[in-house]
């Protein structure tokens, strides 16, 4: 469960993941401001970040590395409060992104930029569940296996980013 992730923990994420990026967000926001249904549920997932490669023909889904998080901020808040409990990225995120984790109980993890192959290993199956036309930004259902990242931002709103510069910063005084 989200609420009990807390800041700075390294996790195995295994399970079912969706993909999503601005283009995908900006529409899912749409559907819901106009009181439609998702073509997912969004109860209790987790989006990545991510516009993967194309495949290989061995693999099940080309380099699969994380994206920057913030141009998700202007949509992240209606979709948490839909029911998104995990976002997984890069960077830091707007302060109402985290007023709504903070509000209905989600967590932001951080994967590694510039690991998009090893990433991509964890990815066991990948299927386009809708917006195809958006190539690499299309939103897939992902199964990922032992899928390593970091918990920056925990339901609390306590930010590793911010946390842990201090800690460093007091371990020099």
């Known amino acids: 469960m989200a609420?009990?992730?807390?800041?700075?923990?390294?996790?195995?994420l295994s399970g079912v993941i969706y993909t999503a990026r601005d283009a995908a967000h900006k529409r899912l926001v749409e559907l819901l401001e106009k009181g439609e249904k998702l073509p997912?549920?969004?109860?209790?997932?987790t989006i990545y970040y991510?516009?993967?490669?194309?495949a290989k023909p061995d693999?099940?889904?080309?380099?699969?590395?994380?994206?920057?998080?913030?141009?998700?901020?202007?949509?992240?808040?209606?979709?948490?409060a839909a029911g998104?409990?995990?976002?997984?990225?890069?960077?830091?995120?707007g302060a109402e992104v985290v007023e709504a984790m903070k509000k209905y109980g989600a967590v932001y993890f951080a994967a590694i930029g510039g690991a998009g192959a090893l990433l991509s290993s964890c990815i066991k199956s990948a299927e386009v569940v809708c917006y195809e036309d958006l190539g690499?930004?299309?939103?897939?259902?992902?199964?990922?296996?032992d899928l390593p990242v970091v918990a920056v931002i925990d339901s609390e709103g306590n930010n590793?980013?911010?946390?842990g510069r201090k800690a460093y910063l007091?371990?020099?005084a």
């Open 170 to 172: 007091d371990s020099l």
């Open 3 to 12: 609420r009990d992730i807390k800041s700075g923990e390294s996790c195995l």
């Open 136 to 145: 690499a930004e299309a939103v897939r259902r992902l199964v990922v296996e």
């Open 59 to 80: 693999q099940v889904i080309g380099s699969a590395g994380p994206t920057t998080s913030y141009r998700m901020d202007a949509y992240s808040p209606a979709l948490i």
């Open 50 to 54: 991510v516009g993967p490669t194309p």
């Open 84 to 93: 998104e409990t995990g976002m997984i990225g890069k960077g830091k995120r």
């Open 160 to 163: 590793l980013y911010e946390n």
């Open 40 to 45: 997912f549920d969004i109860e209790n997932a």
